[in-house]
């Protein structure tokens, strides 16, 4: 459990108020979408295959070991599985550390997103699992709010997504915690087909 202190610490690196960026991105989203493979009616579809298969599962697996002291920036790098994707992870970690640096005084190094997070995590001694929970709930949130923006989604369906997907980010998270550096994988080959075709967009919102 976390006590109310980190709870609000964890809140408050996780909120969209944090300036990390995380709006501008899509994991490729936008491209999904333009190319008509995802809907309203298959977002929440979209999104369960990137929490257990795909960028969810594996940063959360990165998360629990920069948690527990392993060096893994450089692995965190390569499996980018696009430019976007690169772009996005190192950007977002490094507007991460920056602010952990300039509001918390955490001596925080630059680097992959969810590595420079559990390096925070170890660094404030905090209990992983509930943490890992709630990073994939915001990786849940960015997605779907993301969807808001690029198609007809109300607020009350995007709500319910999330909420239907609140077991699954649980289960993922129990599934990292178990998991080491080498049981690393992914398998949506749809999402990252859509993200390497991100780039090319001629039109687009989002960065990645």
Do not use: N
Request: negative net charge; aromatic residues 6%.
């Amino acid at each position: 459990m976390l006590a109310p202190e980190e709870l609000l610490c964890v809140s408050q690196w996780l909120s969209p108020a944090f300036p990390v960026g995380g709006f501008a991105y899509s994991q490729g989203l936008e491209a999904g979408v333009s190319s008509g493979d995802v809907c309203p009616d298959t977002l929440e579809d979209w999104v369960d295959g990137v929490l257990r298969y795909g960028a969810g599962r594996m940063d959360a697996v990165l998360l629990c070991a920069a948690a527990r002291g392993e060096d893994v920036s450089e692995l965190a790098e390569a499996l980018a599985v696009s430019s976007g994707r690169r772009r996005e992870t190192l950007e977002m970690g490094a507007a991460l550390g920056r602010c952990l640096r300039g509001s918390f005084d955490m001596e925080m190094p630059d680097g992959a997103y969810p590595v420079v997070f559990g390096q925070a995590v170890r660094a404030r001694g905090l209990p992983l699992e509930p943490v890992v929970v709630l990073f994939l709930q915001s990786l849940t949130t960015l997605l779907v709010h993301a969807g808001q923006r690029l198609m007809p989604l109300g607020q009350e369906k995007a709500q319910r997504i999330i909420a239907e997907l609140g077991p699954v980010c649980v289960s993922v998270a129990g599934e990292a915690l178990a998991s080491g550096i080498d049981e690393i994988g992914t398998a949506t080959f749809g999402a990252d087909l859509a993200s390497l075709r991100q780039d090319s967009l001629e039109v687009r919102i989002f960065r990645s």
